[in-house]
């Protein structure tokens, strides 16, 4: 496995966490990030990529900033790599 899937895998872990802590399901969620549930699912899985636009969707409909969503993904991160 690549560094760039481990990333994936690492951001995905982190939104999940984040996520599972709000007690939101996966189908819920992904509608009020307004993305599509395979594609979060996926996200959360490992297996995309994230764009930019979805990583702020997904930062608001957490309703955290993207700071703190990066600083717990940082923390993952250093962990693993």
């Known amino acids: 496995m690549d ?4 990333l994936c895998m690492i951001f995905g872990a982190t939104v999940r966490k984040f996520r599972e802590e709000k007690d939101i399901s996966q189908e819920k969620f992904a509608a009020y990030a307004e993305l599509h549930r395979t594609y979060f699912g996926g996200i ?3 297996e995309r990529n ?5 990583i702020v ?3 608001d409909a957490l309703d ?18």
């Open 3 to 6: 560094n760039k899937d481990k």
């Open 57 to 59: 969707r997904i930062a």
């Open 64 to 81: 955290i900033s993207l700071e703190e969503l990066f600083r717990e993904f940082d923390v993952q991160r250093k962990d693993i790599l």
């Open 44 to 46: 959360e899985r490992g």
């Open 50 to 54: 994230p764009t930019l636009v979805s």
